[in-house]
């Protein structure tokens, strides 16, 4: 064997995935350090650590803003919608560490894993956002869905937590099995299971060069695939019928890792949504649309209707979050450029605002999240001015009141929608706001009206938590009166897109 | 041999993991029906990449990823099934009540 001989090399391109690789070679160095090291009490180099990390990711991430191609034989795409994705989990896995800190230095649980564990998870979520090929988008499904189900389990003395963990797996693993079965028959369809495909579609086949080089009576099975897609998708933005284990799986998680779920794993399903259907399968939007305003229209009413009924805080913002899916929808319902950077921006106002809230909620549930229950924040504002009033902002943004940051996403949302033409889906949308705003009120006035309990146990309000409450606040204020940097942060987001050997289709110029 | 024969086993095997993942009251029984399901995928996998030949190793590639997965799933599964077979002595998931509606 002749060793000196050359072989032609690869070209890898690693700028798209880097601030991935750095998390997980920082989750790693996390593990190391605390099995060498971590004997002391205070290990507060673990949460330093994973703050770096995620502050590092955000930057290499800004670093590729205002790229667009594809890289990695095309499965990753570097695109704005990946660079603006990535900018937010990496805030919202900031905001997480940051809280979880004192949360699991309260109830005595700080264990490595679960920084390693929630860097692991924004990893996962940052792929999926990048994802041009079906292959990569199931592994970072997979990969951040495994680590929020032990995360969710981490209350070992909770057997709620264990139950939440077991049946937010159960049904994650069922969605996913959907899921790839819906990638197994694109690979059928189409002979691939690339999202865009290369520049010449019979030796690069992908969905989208596969639809606009096809007949239509030709994508039948590709049509069936797509509805499994939508299935796979749909339990893990919480869309009705598929958000069964979304109020389980919250309600017995630990409360800062509740807000993550809420607040990332809807991001980057979306975004995976985003990218699925407003791109790569936009020519086929006649096919997609009912099933997507079916559930939509489903998934706020449900949502809201059933969040007035409940008694647990945490259950609460389960359905609204699911109502929030319902919102979100109608942006990718709408499926042009406004539909998409309102989606983005709703996304990334709703994530800091959920994350606020479960953060309040964390810090007055008390050690071993004992007083979760709306009748336990009763007169909370006569103790705790500053976080009811924080609570009480959130509940605001959440129910789209104007000068906070919900009311802007709501109105591009529904602007996007209408535009598209779909006025009705946004009458259904703004009645189920209403409706959703009753029961923010019912919190709301059980804090500001009601006597306070006088056996309730002061609140230690830890340093980072309050810290978190707070950048929560100003963000949710500010995006709501400043709005334009984050919603033109948004808007350069754009989906990449290649009509292949199509001069005439001008479809989606942006997104 | 037609590639519909492939389809038709995989359809089957995904149904029969579907009615045993809504009918089965033991956790562990409802983890080796989602397995059943991962698996029939893989089957439609397998049979797709034969039917395009030369260009199908992806699908092959894939399959392998699916089992590493699946994998990994179960190692997660059968660990949260442990912790709470220590709470409760019993994996029934009919008897996993404490949240309701």
Known sequence: MNLAQEFSQPEVQLGGIAPELLLVGVALIILVVDASFG?????????????????????????????????????????????????????????????????????????SEFYALVLFAVAGMMLMTAAADLIVMFLALETFSVSLYVLVAFRRASLASHESAMKYFLLGAFSSAFFLLGIALTYGAIGSTNLYGGADPVAEPGIANFITGTPTDDLSLLIVATGFLVIGLGFKIAAVPFHMWTPDAYQGAPSPITGFMAAGTKFAAFAALLRLFDASLFPLRSEWRPLLIVLAVATMIAGSVLAIVQEDLKRLLAYSSIAHAGFVLTGVIAANDRGVSGALFYLATYGVAVLGAFAVISLVAGRDEERVLLADHRGLFYEHPLLTTALTLFLLSLAGVPVTSGFVGKLVVFGAAVEAGYTWVVVVGVLTSAIAAFFYLKVMATMFLQERDPDAPALPVGRLASGVVAVAAVATIGFGLAWSPLINAAESATIFFQSPQEQSAPIPPGG | MPVSYFLVLSALLFSIGVYGVLARQNAVLVLLSIELMLNAVNINLVAFSALLGQTGVPGQVFALFVIAVAAAEVGIGLAIVILIFRNRQSVDVEEMSLMKW
Do not use: H
């Open chain 1, 39 to 111: 004997r002391g009490d205070n290990r507060w180099y673990l949460a330093g650590l994973s703050a770096l990390g995620l502050a590092g990711a955000a930057a290499l991430a800004i670093m590729t803003w205002g790229d667009n191609e594809l890289q990695l034989s095309n499965m990753i795409a570097a695109d704005g919608l990946a660079a603006f994705s990535k900018v937010s989990l990496a805030a919202f896995g900031l905001l997480t560490v940051l809280l979880g800190r004192d949360y699991l230095a309260r109830d005595k649980i700080e264990e």
